[in-house]
């Protein structure tokens, strides 16, 4: 990063700018922004040590549990959730897989457009909408893996096809594993589960 001389304040270009030639609203947004992200570190830093606080004590408990009593609480891939003892207070820790592509979903595409071509007089016109939809971006300008990985449940007696959905199993990328804290609450036993935001958003004021 840049060094800033004293006098000096650097602009969005990059360029070094004399304070006497900054206008006062300037520089007191620039004060307010830059304390609130100061004062905003320690918040950050709190809640990525919470979460390490409740996967250590979840963890601590679960080994208390199969050390005590020969048995196991959980659920697939590591989840686990915990309820208080009235039943209103809920924690869950999950671990879930974050699927990506590699080259071979190209390659995928490349044969099931092939098909389409091949297909398109007789063809049934929800298949063609399933397979498109498919391979089309989300929101986030990504390929979604859930439809991707449903085509492979379609029973489609052709050799091309089949070559396509072997292709698609091989690009499967199991990236990263993100790990979970979720908290819920409830005014009783028989109330909806109500999600405890940790979103700034959400948060009440």
Request: net charge negative.
């Amino acid at each position: 990063m840049q060094t800033v001389p004293d006098g000096f304040m650097m602009d969005s270009r990059g360029r070094l700018v004399p304070e006497a030639n900054v206008r006062p609203s300037d520089k007191l947004q620039d004060e307010l922004v830059r304390r609130l992200h100061e004062q905003g570190d320690p918040v950050r830093q709190f809640m990525r040590d919470f979460k390490t606080l409740c996967f250590t004590e979840v963890h601590a408990f679960l080994e208390l549990v199969a050390d005590q009593y020969g048995t196991k609480i959980g659920g697939e891939k590591g989840n686990v959730t915990l309820s208080s003892y009235d039943g209103t207070l809920r924690v869950t820790v999950a671990v879930g897989n974050c699927i990506s592509f590699g080259p071979e979903i190209q390659a995928a595409k490349s044969i099931i457009d092939g098909l389409l071509t091949r297909w398109s007089e007789g063809a049934n016109a929800n298949l063609k909408a399933i397979v498109l939809d498919a391979f089309d971006v989300g929101q986030a300008g990504k390929l979604q893996a859930a439809k991707i990985l449903a085509l492979r449940r379609l029973e489609i007696d052709d050799e091309e096809w089949q070559r396509a959905m072997t292709a698609i199993s091989n690009s499967v990328r199991l990236d990263v594993t993100k790990d979970y804290v979720r908290l819920h609450k409830r005014s009783g036993a028989e109330a909806k589960w109500e999600l405890v935001s940790f979103d700034m958003a959400k948060l009440d004021t």
